[in-house]
């Protein structure tokens, strides 16, 4: 039985295992009917404050929904901040399994953030849903029976915008983005979706997360002679780069376009800086059926806000969750059946029902979406039933 509390270094589990140090060592002998402890470690400062607010949110309106029970385990939430600082991601998943003796956890926003949480997961086979970071190692070379995803790969979003563009008209087009994992392999998505129709990435810019210091991108773009200018940009940052794009007279010349994170939670700040920005995302406002309707109207009477992207992706991590719970009747010591039971699970989410592919990452539309009148309206499909490749993973 492994020791899931131990504290995990920056050197690494690897290290640890190969030294030894995890061997013999006991996991606490949990009393049947103690709450399970999970470990919520999202952002809740900084710029991706309000997505890890709506995560938290929409996963304790599931856990309410269901009596405070999965698998007839009660649950305790054990949050943290991460700050989306991933200098202190290694310390911040120790607090959690160490100090906390979380069992599950469940983060977090940042792409870079995120691999601490994967580490953990790998080594000591805590299992990890992931509400949002869309690294692709996560399900791609880093896969593993442990992790899941209830929120998309980077990769996902950004090809469905690029295929779009690429059927519509479009030939040349740039990337604006920070540099960091999210933005690079978004970046990469771009290109790959735009290649697929024939049309050509033709330069990226970039900032260093999570700095908003846009005028040197923004001054590069008119020599660029482009059709289209994709980004990725989420949280404050995204509110601010689309103001900043419309007020240096952009917006009618060469059209933004993006993963759907930079129009998602942000059109109040926006405001008509926002209309008529065309983005591709696994969700959208308007998704006319009665379970998106229902999460919608629970989430707005429990929060006062209108339910978005991250919100849908915090629920269906409960989902997931109980899915598993259920299948092992609260006893996750069941680790392979377990792990079974949210891979087998069909997921009824707000954004259309989805299951997981062999790398445990949600396969879903990319809807195609118009902001218009502070909504992210769907007017179509980008990509139907789109399943990230989980290039690498091997799961064992
Ligand atoms: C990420 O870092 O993976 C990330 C952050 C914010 C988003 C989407 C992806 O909205």
Known sequence: MRDRAMPISRRGF???AAAGALGGVARPVIAQGAPLRVGLMLPFSGTFAAL??????AIELHIQERGGRFGGRQLQLIRLDDESNPANAVQNVNRLVGRDRAEVLIGTVHSGVVMALVQVSRERGIPLIIPNAGNQAATGELCAPSIFRSSFSNWQPAYGMGLWLSR???????????DYAAGNESGEGFRQGLAAGGAELVRELKLPFPETNF??????????????????FAGGGAVQFVREYAAAGLKDRIPLCGSGFLTEGTLQGQGAAAEGIKTSLHYGDGIDTPKNRSFREAFKARTGRDADVYAVQGYDAAQMLAAGLDGVRGNLDAEREFSRAIRSARIDSPRGPFSLSASHNPIQNMWLREAKGGENKVIGIAAESLADPGTGCRMA
């Open 14 to 16: 690897a290290a640890l």
């Open 52 to 57: 890890g607010e709506n995560i938290a949110a």
């Open 168 to 178: 519509n008209g479009v030939k040349r087009a740039a990337w604006v983005t920070w």
């Open 215 to 232: 005028q040197p991108l923004l001054a590069q773009i008119p020599g660029l002679n482009l059709d289209a200018v994709g980004s990725f």
